[in-house]
Nanobody, 124 residues
Framework: QVQLVEFGGGSVQAGGSLRLSCAASGSITAIYDMAWYRQAPGKQRELVASITWGSLATYADSVKERSSISRDWDANTVLLQMYNLDAADTGVYYC??????????????????WGQGTQVTVSS
């Protein structure tokens, strides 16, 4: 069993900053890509930023000049920092990871996991 647990979020003033973290735990053999998605009210879930096994980061155009994604390999954690927030950044932020999960009595299996989501509200 594998879990992703997110930390951070809450209410932020426009122009402020945000720090989200997500920790993976459980029967993990390896973690491949990790990412943050968000879903604004009435909109589809969208990719905010991702980071590969080799630490190659990609960002949505709307955040790339004011965001940073990184990994803590020892802690199986992905971090997202965003700056100069505005109302368009409001939404539920979800952690995503592709994980090689150990199986009892058999080979590990690669699966995609999602965190439970954390609300971010940017107010003016």
């Amino acid at each position: 069993q594998v879990q992703l647990v997110e930390f951070g979020g809450g209410s932020v003033q426009a122009g402020g900053s945000l720090r989200l973290s997500c920790a993976a735990s459980g029967s993990i053999t390896a973690i491949y890509d990790m990412a943050w998605y968000r879903q604004a009210p009435g909109k589809q879930r969208e990719l905010v930023a991702s980071i590969t096994w080799g630490s190659l980061a990609t960002y949505a155009d709307s955040v790339k000049e004011r965001s940073s994604i990184s990994r803590d390999w020892d802690a199986n954690t992905v971090l997202l920092q965003m700056y100069n927030l505005d109302a368009a950044d409001t939404g539920v932020y979800y952690c995503n990871a592709h994980i090689l999960e150990r199986q009892s009595g058999g080979p590990s299996v690669r699966r995609e996991y999602w965190g439970q989501g954390t609300q971010v509200t940017v107010s003016s």
